[in-house]
């Protein structure tokens, strides 16, 4: 069997901070990329995503580690000299050429004649939809078709990986919902594989056949997008994938791949799963999505009702104390009144168990 | 436009135009008027009109009244040679340091900034004379060259065009610098990676999207050096010797050794004539090379 495409192992990367301190931004990364894969790397504003496309680009050298693309070690290769392209966060595209020439630019500097570079600087603008584009200016596109123009010269060489740097950040909601369908599509088409940025956990969600969600300078949890949506492995995961209810408890018993857990008011919640250890303490994951008004379950009070449009969001406090519980209900046949007394059900496999501490 | 606001304009532009019109229209003119009268048998005009000034650089003297020098062309080539020579020195040695003062820290970048206004604190004459001691064959250059073992002999670089050229150049450095490194300095750097990362070799890089996009402050460094280069006379007086003559040097030679102003006029307008000539021609490519796609 081959090798990955892309591979990184315990990669570092410190900088130094201007009161002097080392601080690193990569720290100790381990990471695999299959050909065709569409990998996205997630987490918060400093977490080192952008410095971790960098290094694979090439403008960033990392200080340990290795970064290997179809087994061959790239570390010393300058940029140009690795098969792989970037989408900028800011297009980059070069002002004072066409859309054309920006597009056929990495041909260009290959030296491919001319005749075979403007048929593929033509098939490239068909594929991201901008055929009748290649004349005009970069400033004289909208923001959108900017985006397109640089994702067109970045994939015009065909290179083995195509990294992208929070490349919808600068569109608007709907373009951007739209641009996300597009992408996934040209990367299936392409069969490229794609390191794609975002701190945007919807856009991860829909885009990826695998998440990687970064946390300080490491791999905090890597899957693919249900795993990491359902199972997180950690509060931090939990929490920054969706809106999500962390609750606090004990396990009470186990029977059958069936967990008893004592919530922190007393209330029994139900989960499936396997090897916990009675008397553990654990935080249950509920996702607001998951619960609804039932015959048995959760009991408490309705303290908010939020009306959204499509969804009716509710902040419910269990009997017996222990925080507020998010509901989200998705097309609610009556609405409950505040302060009113409320039964949420809920599928036992649907609740995942982590650690406390975790 | 109300009433009131063409006052206002016209209040506001009036300085403007009386300064344009005392410091530069007028003396314009003079020396345009000048250029065409008789000159003076001890100095001076005398108020007839004149066209042999032209003649005897141009020549259409008549052999009697005046005779035609080629010399005159001559030198006023020459001159926009050295002024030329002078941009391109200055823009060679310019490009990279602008580069690297981009990339520096703040503070450094601050530091170089200053450094490179230091000269304007002393006086051109004085600086032009040090580097008159550095260059004789008893200087300091040829000494730690001879000290060295590198030559045997002095070099002879005093009095020639090479130091009128190393003079000029220093004189004009931080001319070019300045308006280089602002137009560097706004370069975005993305899309130097860009170009990299799209497989462009550092070269290719350079020739590319670097040049193309700094052209505004190579023309503006080119422009503002080869003006004021064109009719420097200070350093070829002091570093090019007797046969180092520049159109500056022969200006003033005319205006004041000689006294004969309407050809020192007609030299200063054709000298400007050029210049204005050459400038059309380098800002059109210039416009040209920027609008190509
Ligand atoms: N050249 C540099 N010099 C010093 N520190 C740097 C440099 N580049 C990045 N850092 C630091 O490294 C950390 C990671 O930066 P990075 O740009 O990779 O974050 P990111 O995950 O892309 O964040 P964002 O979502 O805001 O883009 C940050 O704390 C940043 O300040
Ligand atoms: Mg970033």
Known sequence: ?358 | MTHRQRVQLFLLLTPVTVFLGVFFLIPLGTIAVYSLLTPGLYGGVEWSFYHWNYGRIFGWADGITEVFEPVYLHILLRSLGLAAATVAICLVLCYPVAFWVAGLAPRWRMLFLFLITLPFFASLIVRLYAWLLLLKPSGLLNTVLMGLGVITEPLDILYTPVAVILGMVYIFLPFMFLPLFASIDTLDRSLIEASGDLGARPVQTLLKVVLPMTVPGIVAGGVIVFIPAVGNFIVPDVLGGAKGLMTGNLIEQQFLSSRNWPFGSALAMVIMALVLGVLLVFSNRARRAGGRT
């Open chain 1, 1 to 358: 069997m081959p090798g990955p495409l892309l591979e990184i192992r315990a990669a570092r990367r410190s900088f130094t901070t201007p009161e002097g301190r080392d601080f690193a931004a990569l720290d100790g990364i381990d990471l695999r990329v299959e050909d065709g894969e569409f990998v996205t790397l997630l987490g918060p504003s400093g977490c080192g995503k952008t410095t971790l496309l960098r290094a694979i680009a090439g403008f960033e050298q990392i200080d340990d580690g290795v970064i290997r693309l179809d087994g061959a070690d790239i570390g010393p290769l300058p940029p140009h000299r690795r098969p792989v392209n970037t989408v900028f966060q800011s297009y980059a595209l070069f002002p004072h050429m066409s859309v054309a020439r920006n597009v056929g630019y990495a041909l260009e500097v290959r030296g491919v004649a001319r005749k075979s570079r403007e048929a593929a600087v033509t098939e490239a603008l068909a594929k991201v939809g901008l055929a009748q584009f290649g004349a005009r200016r970069p400033a004289q596109l909208s923001g959108g078709q900017r985006q397109r123009v640089a994702l067109a010269r970045a994939i015009v060489a065909q290179p083995r990986l195509l990294l992208l740097d929070e490349p919808l950040s600068a569109l608007d909601r709907n373009l951007r919902q739209q641009m996300q369908i597009e992408l996934k599509d040209l990367q299936n088409r392409l069969g490229i594989a794609f390191v794609f940025v975002t701190h945007d956990q919807e856009e991860a969600l829909t885009m990826s056949d695998r998440i990687v969600v970064m946390r300080a300078g490491r791999i905090e949890q890597a899957g693919p997008p249900r795993e990491i949506f359902r199972a997180p492995k950690s509060r931090f995961v939990a929490e920054f994938i969706g809106e999500t209810n962390l609750l606090p408890a004990v396990v009470r018993a186990t029977v059958g791949g069936m967990a008893e857990l004592s919530l922190e008011g007393g209330q029994v919640l139900h989960a499936r799963a396997d090897s916990l250890r009675p008397g553990a303490k654990v935080v249950a994951v509920l996702r607001p999505t998951d619960l609804a008004p039932a015959e048995q379950g959760l009991a408490g009070i309705v303290r908010r009702v939020i009306y959204l449009g499509a969804d009716l969001h509710l902040r419910v406090e269990p009997e017996g104390g222990g925080g507020e519980i998010g509901v989200i209900l998705r097309d609610a046949g009556r609405v409950p009144a505040q302060g009113e007394r409320i039964v949420l059900g809920y599928d036992p496999a649907r609740v995942h168990v982590m650690e406390a501490g975790a």
